[in-house]
């Protein structure tokens, strides 16, 4: 025979729980900690793992949801406490979908964060090299180079270029590495 004082205890828990944070709530609470992105993957993780869960285990709860209900025509004095019963496991379907949203959340915002990052450190990069003197007279070099492609009379040699750049050049310092330049271009743009 089925024990009925165990169903009592699990009603008697489930009655004296009945708030759950909403989704903005939850929101907030998770802010006010500073996660690191590590912890908070870790807590989407374990909503999302959570979420499945309570999704097994809604399946289980709604089959005893039709065995309560059968026992309602036997069991009168137990209604009240079974309707109570049925309202709880509606709000654990809806805890799965706030457990499942608040992951969803978490995983874009992860994402994003990632996402700005390599955008900002981009950006920095490229501001970097705009600034940068060497940069400048890197493509004043390489315009000298096109104009040498085109008239090879210029100069008898790369190492004759790089010299001669070199002298041009106030904030370059190695004639090797403007010939390695050459070399470079030579590669990429034959016809020059």
Known sequence: MFDF????????????????????????????????YDELLS????CSAWGDVIEYENEGLKKIQSALDKMLSWKGD?????????VEIT??????????STAKFLEGNIAGRDAQKRIMAKK????????D???????????CWQDWQK??????????FGKDM???????????????????????????
């Open 5 to 36: 004082s165990e169903l009592e205890k699990i009603l008697n828990a489930i009655e004296t729980n009945k708030s759950f944070e909403s989704f903005d709530e939850h929101k907030s609470r998770l802010k006010e900690k500073n996660l690191s």
């Open 43 to 46: 807590y989407a993780a374990a």
């Open 78 to 86: 137990l209604l009240d406490k079974q309707k109570t019963a049925i």
């Open 91 to 100: 709000k654990m379907g809806e805890l799965q979908v706030l457990a499942s």
């Open 124 to 131: 920095g990069a490229l501001a970097k090299i705009a600034s």
């Open 133 to 143: 003197p060497k940069q400048k007279e890197k493509s004043f070099v390489r315009e």
């Open 151 to 160: 008239n090879p009379d210029s100069y008898k040699s790369k190492a004759a």
């Open 166 to 192: 070199l002298q041009k050049c106030e904030h370059l310092d190695s004639q090797k590495k403007i010939e390695d330049w050459c070399r470079e271009w030579e590669k990429t743009n034959p016809a020059g």
